[in-house]
């Protein structure tokens, strides 16, 4: 995977448009953020073009005419990339690639972009890698030639190929490679989580820059990049935790979420977004400053159902309220979200009351329990020790009296488990009655 850094900054063009019953401001908003993105990846925005349509061109998403319009700007301006918010097929791209002479790149393709840069693990850049050529196999054209390592520059961190006759087959069998190495990861991260069963464990998820790294920092002292940057960290950090009640649990980051991130690119991320799946509580971290909470929030929650995560506990922390001027703000979003902690990890504003909540969530999940077992039935005491934790351990005579606590549903297992063992004792008893 090709990690190449332009020595200056690319100059680009927006390209966004309005469809029938699509409210402006969002299309504004969501332009806003592309910016965002360019910036990240190394990208000058030197103009933004927008476009009422009434259905999209299925030549060049835009009319034809703004398009020309498009292609002399970037000509007379030296302009290496037109950029798109909306997702463009092959045939766009080919199309205004042929009119512009210059790459032509969709939101997609800067995230994917983005991600190149910012994957540090090995398990990261397979990630990454597998996402970009699943992109990009339908996508080549003539102008794709420029993802050969001489080039560079925005869109081109990743897999390339120096002419676009290059076998389709060969780069099905890296994907079909980059496929079994994320297996292996699979089985690897599936290891860990069968180690960590007897943790509760705690999910940070959210939408991209909200804070979650700055978070994770604080209550763990993880050391994890934190920059004001979309997607400054992709790889899962996972960390124990101890509260001063004694509590303890596993407190792990995820990848930021952002409006239409491919999907191609959560299906590469499985075996990172899985964490999420199996935790106990997910804190979804809202940027309380961001004007479009709302909106981000939302498409968190989409995300989570989306990967089948949207049953789990969750709770909802809104970060960084320091950054509120108008505290007016934070009792609404606190009459409108009754259950959410406000908080601000930059200047640990609340965490007390955070840390107390996890706690509170803890004490929900867990049951404590005695058991009289004799000492000839090693088989319970076998059990338990998986499921759960002893507290306390007393011999009896003949009996151990056996105080564990385990979570809920481990806790139905060990009953479950126990009622089998002494099912099958019962059964090894008849056999023996039938035989005597």
Not at 13 to 33: A, M, S, T, W, Y
Not at 106 to 112: E, Q, T, V
Request: charge should be neutral; include cysteine; charged fraction near 30%.
């Amino acid at each position: 995977m090709l990690e190449i850094k332009p020595a200056e900054l690319e100059k680009v063009v927006l390209v966004g448009v309005i469809l029938p019953k699509q409210d402006k401001k969002i299309v504004f908003d969501h332009l806003e953020e592309l910016k965002l993105l360019c910036r990240t990846a190394g990208g000058e925005v030197v103009k933004v073009f927008i476009q009422d349509l009434k259905n999209p061109n299925p030549a060049y998403l835009i009319g034809k005419g703004k398009a020309e319009e498009i292609a002399q700007f970037v000509q007379e301006n030296n302009i290496s990339a037109i950029i798109f918010d909306e997702e463009l097929t092959p045939t766009q791209i080919r199309n205004l690639e042929n009119l512009a002479n210059c790459k032509v790149l969709d939101r997609a393709a800067i995230i994917l972009d983005i991600f190149a840069s910012h994957a540090r693990t090995r398990e990261a850049k397979t990630q990454v890698e597998l996402a970009q050529y699943e992109y990009y196999l339908p996508r080549l054209t003539r102008q794709w030639t420029h993802l050969s390592k001489q080039y560079g520059g925005i869109g081109t961190k990743g897999p390339g190929e120096t002419q676009i006759e290059t076998d389709r087959r060969i780069i099905k069998r890296k994907i079909a490679t980059l496929k079994h190495k994320l297996e292996e990861i699979d089985t690897q991260r599936s290891t860990q989580r069968k180690q960590r069963e007897k943790f509760f464990k705690v999910v940070l998820t959210g939408y991209t820059n909200a804070g979650k790294s700055t978070l994770l920092n604080l209550l763990t002292d993880a050391n994890v990049l934190v920059e004001d940057k979309l997607f400054a960290t992709l790889d899962s950090t996972t960390r124990l935790v101890r509260t001063k009640k004694g509590y303890e649990f596993l407190l792990s980051d995820t990848v930021g979420f952002i409006r239409k991130l491919p999907p191609n690119l959560i299906a590469s991320f499985r075996s990172t977004l899985i964490e999420i799946v199996y935790a106990d509580l997910i804190l979804h971290i809202v940027d309380a400053s961001h004007p479009n909470r709302e909106e981000q929030i939302q498409v968190v929650e989409d995300t989570l159902r989306e990967i089948k995560a949207d049953k789990n506990k969750s709770l909802l922390v809104f970060n960084k309220i320091d950054l509120i001027e108008d505290k007016v703000l934070i009792e609404f979003l606190s009459l409108k979200y009754r259950d959410a902690i406000f908080i601000s990890a930059e200047r640990g504003i609340n965490i007390n009351a955070l840390i107390e909540r996890i706690e509170k969530f803890i004490e929900e999940n867990y049951v404590e329990e005695e058991i009289l077992i004799s000492q000839d039935e090693a088989k319970k005491l076998t059990i338990i020790t998986k499921y759960a934790d002893i507290v306390e351990s007393e011999f009896m005579d003949e009996l151990i009296k056996v105080k564990f606590k385990a979570k809920r549903d481990d806790y139905q297992k060990i009953l479950k488990a126990i009622k089998n063992e002494e099912h099958e004792k019962d059964l090894e008893l008849d056999i023996g009655h039938s035989i005597t």
